[in-house]
């Protein structure tokens, strides 16, 4: 089913690693801390990669969805054979409005990307660019104004503010640094 989305809308969550036996399963490898919103919605929107111009997302339904390790595997209503599970590979994203609400002060990782980053001098160390995970900590994918990407760890030490109202995330954090 193919259905015209505004992709302001969407988040997204996990990417599709292929398939998962013989019968159309799906395996699935979520998106840091936010994997786990795959199981908030029985409803996602694919989007093949590599992305094409004027390629709208796809709906999907999902009918199950268990852990397999780090992963998941899900059983898609859409696909059913190993052939189209493996020709599945992209973006999974779930629509923002089929998520629990948020409480007053938690966020989305997505919602950082495109804050500036200041120190506690004021200077602007970049823009974030994404949030990762190293197994440790999360940590705050920064774009620094020269165009190298560095990481901050999103502990307490180094993460003073986020100010949404700013569009910014302030740091303890030195340019020297990078």
Do not use: C
Request: proline residues 4%; negative net charge.
């Amino acid at each position: 089913m193919t259905e015209n989305k505004n992709t302001d809308e969407l988040m997204q969550v996990g990417r599709t690693a292929g398939a998962y036996g013989v019968r159309g399963w799906v395996r699935v490898v979520p998106m840091g801390r936010q994997g786990d919103l795959l199981f908030e919605s029985d409803r996602w929107w694919f989007l093949p990669y590599p992305r094409k111009p004027g390629v709208s997302p796809r709906l999907l339904t999902v009918s199950e969805l268990k852990a397999h390790g780090k992963d998941f595997i899900a059983k898609i209503e859409e696909i059913h054979t190993r052939e189209e599970a493996m020709a599945l590979k992209g973006s999974l994203l779930v629509d923002r409005n089929d998520l629990p609400q948020l409480q007053e002060g938690d966020y989305y990782d997505e919602d950082l990307v495109g804050l500036s980053v200041r120190n506690l001098q004021d200077e602007v160390l970049g823009e974030v660019v994404g949030v990762t995970d190293n197994g440790a900590q999360d940590l705050l994918a920064v774009r620094a104004t020269e165009g190298d990407v560095f990481y901050i760890p999103m502990v307490e030490a180094y993460i003073e503010a986020i100010d949404f109202d700013q569009s910014s995330v302030i740091v303890d954090w030195s340019l020297d640094w990078n």
